[in-house]
């Protein structure tokens, strides 16, 4: 990508390209990009639904100097194999074998959205081998929330000819206002793939089919007794304008982790905060990761 308007920051770290890595879990490919020397202590970036690992290529390089970077793609997205079924604990079990595959030290996981779920199940296995755990605009709710209304409509990608014409196809789910061209664009030509006819999405549009409202109550209560049940550091960052993480819902995890684990707030923020406020992204991440390695974990027992 070669784009004159973005800013000098973005050209150097999109400039500072990752290694592209691989390990075979549960029969599948799973491909990940890594910055870093592995003496360090190590950070593993999860990308949310329909989405891959360049959604962090702009902000892995920031830590780079001090740790060894992975960012991840779930099977099903991004260039990792599809599956041909899918479950939020199976991509939780792919994150613990990137971990174990990197031997990461002192290993913080930074999960975005679906990511952030798949990452709770992630600390859940790891218990204390995993030095701390970021939620990044991941909603569990009380369980007297009414399930949201699901309207997914499963069907193969569609093809398209331009390259052009799928990229102006690219479109943030859920839509948010003030997202960075410079960002979008970055992020659009890696969501897509050449095929024999055109141009098309390299995620699987069959993962889908296990988000339902039938399964949706089932899901959360889980969600809910494995956070509460995490031993490792947890941290929660919240867009503070959010459609899908409300602050009741951001009030409810801090009482459901006793009021141990900070929400941390990016002003200006919608759901994909990497996309609209990338920097306040880095500097909120950056300070937390000081104070951990400076303070006494409440969580551990």
């Given at each position: 990508m070669k784009d004159k308007n973005s800013p000098k920051w973005f050209q150097q770290a999109i400039a500072d390209e990752p290694q592209k890595l691989s390990v075979k879990i549960k029969g599948s490919k799973i491909v990940y990009n890594a910055w870093g020397d592995k003496k360090n202590p190590g950070i593993l970036f999860v990308h949310g639904g329909m989405a891959h690992a360049d959604?962090?290529?702009?902000?892995?390089?920031?830590?780079?100097?001090?740790?060894?970077?992975?960012?991840?793609?779930?099977?099903?997205?991004?260039?990792?194999?599809?599956?041909?079924?899918?479950?939020?604990?199976?991509?939780?079990?792919?994150?613990?074998?990137?971990?174990?595959?990197?031997?990461?030290?002192?290993?913080?996981?930074?999960?975005?959205?679906?990511?952030?779920?798949?990452?709770?199940?992630?600390?859940?296995?790891?218990?204390k081998e995993l030095y701390g755990l970021v939620i990044v605009d991941t909603a569990i709710m009380p369980p007297t929330n009414t399930p949201p209304k699901f309207d997914l409509k499963i069907r193969a990608n569609n093809v398209y000819k331009n390259l052009s014409e799928i990229k102006e196809r690219f479109r943030l789910v859920p839509s948010q206002s003030d997202a960075l061209p410079y960002t979008m664009e970055f992020i659009a030509e890696k969501s897509i793939k050449k095929v024999k006819n055109g141009w098309t999405w390299k995620f699987d549009p069959k993962y889908m089919k296990i988000f339902n409202v039938e399964s949706f109550a089932e899901r959360q209560s889980i969600f809910r007794k494995k956070l509460k049940r995490l031993r490792c550091r947890v941290a929660i960052f919240r867009g503070e304008k959010s459609v899908i993480f409300p602050g009741r819902s951001a009030k409810y995890m801090h009482e459901l982790m006793d009021k141990k684990s900070p929400i941390i707030n990016i002003p200006e923020a919608h759901h994909h905060i990497m996309v609209d406020q990338p920097l306040a992204l880095v500097a909120a991440l950056r300070s937390l990761i000081i104070d951990w390695d400076h303070s006494k974990p409440s969580k551990a027992q």
């Open positions: 959604w962090w290529s702009f902000i892995a390089p920031y830590f780079s100097k001090t740790h060894r970077v992975i960012a991840m793609n779930l099977g099903g997205m991004g260039d990792s194999d599809w599956r041909k079924n899918y479950s939020m604990e199976t991509w939780g079990e792919e994150i613990v074998g990137v971990c174990k595959k990197e031997k990461l030290k002192k290993p913080i996981i930074a999960g975005h959205s679906l990511g952030g779920m798949c990452s709770v199940l992630a600390a859940s296995i790891m218990k």
